[in-house]
């Protein structure tokens, strides 16, 4: 029976090891990783050798062993994944459930037929089976659900696979084992069903949010694009109008400087041309970058920014194929300028501005927006990003840079210097 726990308890931590490296988005390079990895199932197996072997009638230290290495295998899933929260913390939990089905489907079958064999075949064939399932359903909802962070940890979903956990070692494993109380077979099995069902129940809701999130987010983008398109439309219509107009007018004046000729009254000629031009200078649509998409954004904030007449001084270099999503892009920029024009406006400053400076290469991505704020800013002790006072309907927009700049594996830093604030966000390609 020792043979078949050691067996057991080892083909377990080895399929969590697998879950955990599957299932989770990695922080280090594969060798760091899997060298994590290796470190962790030496030590467990070591304490597993202490508890069984060495050490099999003392319960106290079996129990303090256990708890080692619960604590060992959470902290092996947490120290390998890019994101250290209760997402993450849910996800090494869940792996310790369901190898913990493959241990007690073991001890089932050796208590039914007495092989040795086909108990360890049935636990690995269970392990497989169940990590193959996991792997083709769950995973993409998984990764999705673990790379939103425009939320708080949600450490309470790890209340689930904790309960879980509890109630399958006091049912089969501590103090008493289902080889020492066979009885409590049938109500593990219906534990192992409840669990599943749980989990699918939680999976499902998980894919729910997380596409919900997500259709909110695009309906932002499409939003911002569609204001941005309405602003080039009312501008390029307004221009079409006072151009019709100037054409209309160009006989007139092609009369007047013909007189004007005759007369050799050039300085009024000069006069009258530079009125053409200037007619022609502010009817002319501004296009900051080649990127259409992107564009829209900065005419909808110069807009804004002109009506509150803040001056909004503009460094854009952005081509018109850019490697990043233009459209998350428009709103990041959207965000952030909108937020420096708000900010901006309450400045008691009477040279009051905003700076600008958005690059985007085949290189690298800068965003470095500076603006004046006389407000008290408070920064988040997580992200560092300034929390919004306007209430809780406020404060998204920033959540959503956050998550655009996680997602491509960039920084950010800000700061606020002598009434002014700062936020550089920068991004390698």
């Given amino acids: 029976m020792i043979y ?7 083909l377990s931590h080895v399929f969590f090891l697998v879950f955990v490296y599957l299932f989770m988005i990695h922080r280090y390079s594969r060798k760091k990783t899997l060298a994590v990895c290796f470190l962790s199932f030496l030590l467990t197996t070591v304490l597993n050798q202490l508890k069984l072997n060495l050490f099999p009638g003392s319960g106290l230290f079996y129990f303090f062993t256990t708890i080692t290495q619960i604590i060992i295998a959470q902290l092996t899933g947490l120290l390998i994944s890019e994101k250290r929260n209760g997402k993450t913390l849910f996800v090494g939990l869940s792996a310790s459930n369901y190898v913990v089905v493959g241990s007690i489907i073991a001890s089932i079958l050796y208590i039914f037929t007495g092989s040795i064999s086909l108990a360890l075949a049935g636990n690995l064939l269970s392990h497989v089976l169940i990590l193959l399932l996991l792997y083709l359903k ?13 939320e708080k940890g949600r450490w309470e979903i790890c209340l689930i696979p904790v309960c879980f956990y509890c109630s399958f070692s006091s049912i089969a494993f501590f103090p ?27 999976l499902r809701y998980l894919d729910s949010e997380t596409k919900q999130v997500e259709a909110y987010w695009k309906n932002v983008m499409f939003g911002s694009y569609i204001k941005g398109l309405e602003c080039q439309n009312y501008l390029t219509e307004k221009s079409e109008q006072n ?3 100037l054409r209309h007018d160009m006989r ?5 400087i013909d007189s004007l000729l005759d007369q050799k009254e050039y300085a009024e000629i000069k006069n009258i041309t530079g ?11 501004i296009q900051y970058c080649e990127n259409r998409i992107v564009n829209t954004a900065f005419m909808t904030v110069a807009e804004q920014a002109q009506s509150l007449q803040i001056p909004l001084h503009l460094d854009v270099l952005i081509p018109r194929q850019i490697t990043v999503n233009e ?3 428009a709103v990041v920029l959207a965000n952030l300028l909108e937020n420096a024009v708000f900010s901006t406006k309450n400045a008691a400053s009477s040279e009051k501005s905003i700076d600008a400076k958005i690059h985007c290469t085949d290189k690298y991505l800068l965003i470095d927006v500076e603006n004046d704020c006389d407000q008290e800013i408070h920064f988040d002790s997580t992200t560092g990003l300034p929390k919004s006072s306007r209430g809780k309907e406020h404060g998204l927009g920033m959540k959503s840079v956050q998550a655009f700049c996680d997602k491509l594996g960039g920084t950010i830093d800000c700061y606020c210097e002598k009434n002014r604030f700062r936020i550089i966000l920068y991004v390698k390609l």
């Fill in 243 to 245: 151009l019709k107009i």
């Fill in 275 to 285: 009125r053409i031009n200037e007619v022609i200078n502010e009817n002319k649509v």
């Fill in 327 to 329: 459209y998350a892009l």
């Fill in 138 to 150: 769950t995973k993409n909802i998984i990764f999705k659900f673990c790379e939103r962070d425009l």
């Fill in 252 to 256: 007139h004046y092609s009369i007047m």
């Fill in 4 to 10: 078949i726990k050691n067996i057991s308890y080892m």
């Fill in 176 to 202: 008493y084992t289902l080889y020492d109380h066979p009885e409590n077979i049938l109500v593990s099995i219906f534990l192992m069903i409840t669990m599943l069902i749980s989990y699918v129940v939680v």
